[in-house]
């Protein structure tokens, strides 16, 4: 196997075998073409490189002052390269199995209050330029607070999922893994709302066949792009009265998470409605409401200033 070509058959393998998103191979992509460009100015390539090589760009990454969790996650994929030429005969050998990467630090996820996520509900209703526009931003926000959807999740929501006013919308995750979230009170109006203008938007522009996905879009997508969405929720922070700097989509989905714990949730049910495969990644929202209640304790304590 010539060593240009190891990158990309090694993605179109795990691909093939554990369908993973676009995302994920374009990480895979940007993090081993990054060692291969290393390695070529060191006029090596990934046949011969070796321990000291792979040492080496990580000392170099960490000159560069990259964090810690992306050395790792940069370590992990050419772990995982070598080990899939090892099985595929190309070396005998791993040279990346051996070196202990750097501890990514534990960063608790940001997240909002209820009474900010209120806000920025009740700002969707009034940003956009059309009444449609409204009703669909409306119906993103309602629908990513309810359910913690990822952004890649909502705005790839087939129209089909939502017919028939459903309690619970069937969600294709990542690997392609499927599971079923409930949907709010609030959720299910702002569908229903949203649902009804399209129709009528159909009907005026005498289009018969319904679109494939609800947050459709003319562009190559076929739906809304997450860029897009990211760039909307700005939007409605701003009229929230929220620095925008500390709302986007996956902080939303911190929110559900976190403000599902403080209510009790189960964290079993909080990971199966994430999506997460693994319950550690979950229980980092326990560490949140640790951090929010010691905080609480020390601003309103009444021996604070003791």
Known sequence: ???????????????????????TLLAYDRDLGSFATFLADR??????????????????????????????????????????AFEEGWRDDNP?????????????????????VDRLLEASIITGRTPLDRMRNTCLMQLLYATGMRASELVSLPYAAVQGNPDMVLVKGKGGKERLVP???????????????????????SVKKPPVYLFSSRGKLGHLTRIRFYTLIKEIAVAAGID?????????????????????ADLRIIQMLLGHADIATTEIYTHVLDERLRNLVLQNHPMRDA
């Open 1 to 23: 196997m010539k060593p240009g070509n190891w990158i990309q058959v090694f993605l179109e393998a795990i691909q093939a075998e554990h369908n993973a998103a676009d995302n």
């Open 244 to 264: 925008p700097k500390r709302v986007t989509p996956h902080v939303l989905r911190h929110a559900f998470a976190t403000h599902l714990l403080a209510h009790g």
């Open 96 to 116: 990346a199995a051996q070196i202990k990467g750097p501890k990514p630090g534990k960063h608790l996820p940001q997240t909002l209050s209820e009474a900010e």
């Open 43 to 84: 006029n090596r390539d990934f046949v011969n490189a070796d321990r000291e090589d792979i040492e080496h760009y990580l000392v170099s990454l960490a000159g560069e002052g990259m964090a810690g969790a992306t050395r790792a996650r940069r370590l992990s994929a050419i772990r995982q390269i070598y080990r899939f």
């Open 183 to 205: 949907l709010s009170a609030p959720a299910k109006l702002a569908i229903a709302a949203y649902l009804g203008a399209l129709r009528e938007q159909q009907q005026a522009e």
